[in-house]
């Protein structure tokens, strides 16, 4: 490979590292106090309802709609994917109780029944700031597949970030309605060393296909 084509290379995969840390650092911006995503993810799009302090969310489209990432290029769709949570909150905004829990099919990993839970975790902390809304999360569990195909434990507190298709009102009490899309995390591996991998080996492929 010629040094122009390294130089090039390397620029692409600095922009690729550059450009993600950038979106990761927006929620940290927007929402200090809620963790970034990072892997596993579950990505889907959700109906969520805020009505007399508590919000509830579940998967939108028959629960067809969810797509479990466990790294660079695994991802998967599933067939039958269901999502829910709940938030409850006190007078003042702050999150009283919650949980969220996901269960489905991933056949790809050998998970074929649809009512499988995935995983489950308790909601310990919320904020908004305008169309995001985060839920910190903690005393997780998983599916043992998934812990032993990514070779993690999902014991430490994770996050949930919601993007609104409209502003949050900024009272729990309201009534609200919005279709979001989420992030469902639950192991602090920083997101944007996934997707730099990711890019570099698409950066691969493409100077070995030209090759």
């Known amino acids: 490979m010629s040094t122009n084509k390294i130089t090039r290379w390397f620029a692409a995969a600095g922009l690729l590292l550059t450009t993600t840390l950038a979106g990761s650092a927006a929620y940290a911006d927007a929402l200090p106090n809620i963790i970034n995503s990072s892997y596993p993810n579950f990505f889907h799009s959700a109906k969520i309802r805020a009505n007399q302090g508590t919000w509830t969310g579940q998967t939108n489209n028959g629960h067809k709609d969810l797509t479990f990432s466990v790294g660079p290029g695994n991802q998967y769709t599933g067939e039958i994917f269901k999502f829910n949570f709940t938030a409850t909150f006190n007078n003042d905004g702050s999150l009283n109780t919650g949980s969220v829990s996901i269960q489905g099919s991933i056949d790809a990993l050998g998970i074929t029944d649809k009512k499988t839970v995935l995983m489950t975790a308790d909601l310990i902390s919320f904020e908004a700031s305008g169309q ?8 997780i569990e998983c599916n043992s597949t998934l812990e032993s195909m990514a070779g993690i434990t999902c014991t430490t507190q994770e996050s949930i970030i919601l993007t609104l298709a409209g502003t949050y009102p900024g009272d729990p009490n309201a009534r609200f309605r919005a ?19 990711t890019g570099l080996g698409l950066i691969g492929a493409v100077a070995r296909r030209r090759k």
Do not use: E, H, K
């Open 132 to 139: 995001l809304v985060g839920f910190n999360t903690d005393n």
């Open 179 to 197: 279709t979001a899309s989420s992030v469902i995390t639950s192991v602090p591996v920083p997101a944007a060393v996934w997707l730099f991998g």
